[in-house]
């Protein structure tokens, strides 16, 4: 039973065409981030929300929408793709804010923008 | 501004042996120190983290060291086995700012 799962794991589009990746987590926490993995290789937090609430909006361009129906999801919606908006996106969770910043992420949706 | 430095990007280590990864680090208002470890097509794994009060922590064959006065920490595996082949991210986490930074990375791979 996947704890934090993401749909779609691979996503193929055109540039200019809008996209949501889903997640979902059933571990009961209620803090829940995006992290982007670029070509570097470097994860970087895109956003995190508490019991839907926005926490953490990093230097994010304000096509990316993050949406958090009930704290046991959060979705990502991209507008307007880019070439550079291929990357790996990952979504995690924690129990708790103000903990001692262990995650449990889902297994990646590779997004790759034509 | 990269806080965190994994300078090595791949290590390769000889089952049994001890592999050794390294991370430095810019930011002194860092709480923990935690290591993630990834395999391909996963999600980082949490592995082990250490407070910023201490300068070692240890669990099974796992060990990490943190020098605050250096910054940095370096994580130990002894003896190596051939299933610790990922990659390996040092992560620090700050509780004011509430997010883990990591690093790029090291790959490390055990020989059989």
Not at chain 2, 11 to 36: A, H, K, P
Request: charged share 20%; glycine share 6%; hydrophobic share 30%.
């Amino acid at each position: 039973d996947t704890a934090v799962s993401q749909t779609p794991k691979y996503l193929v589009t055109q540039m200019g065409n809008d996209k949501s990746i889903k997640c979902e987590q059933n571990l009961g926490h209620d803090t829940m981030y995006w992290y982007k993995q670029d070509s570097k290789k470097f994860l970087k937090i895109m956003f995190s929300y508490n019991n839907k609430e926005l926490i953490i909006n990093e230097t994010v361009p304000n096509r990316f929408s993050p949406k958090s129906p009930d704290k046991a999801h959060l979705n990502l919606h991209i507008n307007s793709l880019e070439l550079g908006d291929s990357a790996v996106y990952f979504c995690a969770s924690s129990h708790t804010t103000g903990g001692a910043g262990e995650l449990f992420f889902g297994e990646g949706s590779r997004l790759t923008v034509l | 501004d990269q806080q965190v430095k994994q300078n090595s990007p791949s290590l390769s280590v000889q089952e049994g042996r001890i592999s050794i990864l390294n991370c430095d680090y810019t930011n002194s208002m860092f709480d923990y120190f935690l290591w993630y470890k990834k395999y391909p097509a996963e999600g980082p794994t949490f592995l082990i983290s250490i407070s910023s009060i201490k300068d070692k922590n240890e669990d099974g064959r796992f060990t990490v060291f943190l020098n605050k006065s250096a910054k940095h920490l370096s994580l130990h595996i002894v003896p190596s086995q051939p299933g610790d082949s990922a990659v390996y991210f040092c992560a620090p986490f700050s509780q004011g700012a509430q997010k883990l930074v990591f690093g790029q990375g090291t790959r490390l791979t055990i020989n059989p």
